[in-house]
């Protein structure tokens, strides 16, 4: 029996993979010293949380190293979703990061709904809007949707992106087809699946000690349960 039914071992078992791997890079690979440590902020948390120097200086190792990973929490969605049939992942470092000429649909994945500060979404909407709207353009009518997978309240959405333009004083104009859509949302347009975000949330655990021999293990599984449903309903 596959994992999921929407992706194949392979594919999967390629993005875990490569995420446990920026996890234990992220973790051996910490300077401390890399970034300019506030040495108030280092005082107050050593008095104010009781901790010795010891303790905190492990604390502010594992923060650093979580921040690295986290940076590479949304490239691992959009491989997933790239590999699903019909859609193209578009790699770092191009204008778009999914493609479905089929579906004629472009989208840009961000993680968390914090990722971008509030006065990048005008920037965010002008780039999608310079895709889609121009008749030269190779993806004149597509769809484009702004996804942001870990939504700030834990419900489904797909609404139209119209974030303030400072610049301007007012909030961008509204177009039908430059969108905003929540990550369980988005997965299941891509996959077909309604429940697809939870059902890899669900098997990675088992995936990660399959691959890993048993190495890796993520105990407590019904606790981490609980943080998704928070995030996502």
């Given at each position: 029996m596959p994992y999921l039914k929407w992706i194949s071992d392979e594919r999967l078992i390629e993005s875990v993979n490569h995420l446990l791997l920026k996890a234990s890079l992220a973790k051996t690979n910490t300077n401390i010293h890399k970034n300019v440590i506030d040495p108030f902020s280092a005082i107050f948390e050593i008095a104010g949380f009781e901790l010795d120097y010891e303790v905190?200086?492990?604390g502010e190792i594992s923060r650093q190293a979580q921040k690295t990973l986290q940076n590479h929490i949304g490239d691992f969605?959009?491989?997933i979703l790239g590999f699903s049939e019909k859609w193209v992942n578009k790699k770092t470092g191009s204008v778009v990061d999914l493609v479905s000429d089929e579906l004629k649909i472009i989208a840009e994945i961000k993680n968390k709904y914090n990722t971008i500060s509030g006065g990048?979404?005008?920037d965010l909407y002008n780039s999608l809007n310079s895709l889609i709207m121009p008749k030269a353009s190779i993806y004149k009518d597509y769809t484009a949707y702004y996804v942001v997978i870990i939504p700030k309240?834990?419900?489904?959405y797909n609404v139209l992106f119209v974030p303030s333009n400072k610049e301007q004083g007012e909030k961008c104009p509204p177009n039908e087809k430059i969108r905003e859509m929540d990550g369980s949302s988005f997965y299941a347009l891509v996959t077909g699946h309604e429940n697809a975000l939870e059902?890899?949330?669900?098997?990675?655990?088992q995936v990660i000690i399959d691959i890993s021999s048993?190495?890796?293990?993520?105990e407590d599984k019904e606790k981490l349960k609980?943080?998704?449903n928070q995030a996502f309903g």
């Open positions: 905190w200086l492990k969605h959009q491989n990048k979404l005008a309240k834990a419900k489904r059902e890899l949330f669900d098997i990675l655990p048993g190495k890796y293990r993520v609980l943080f998704f």
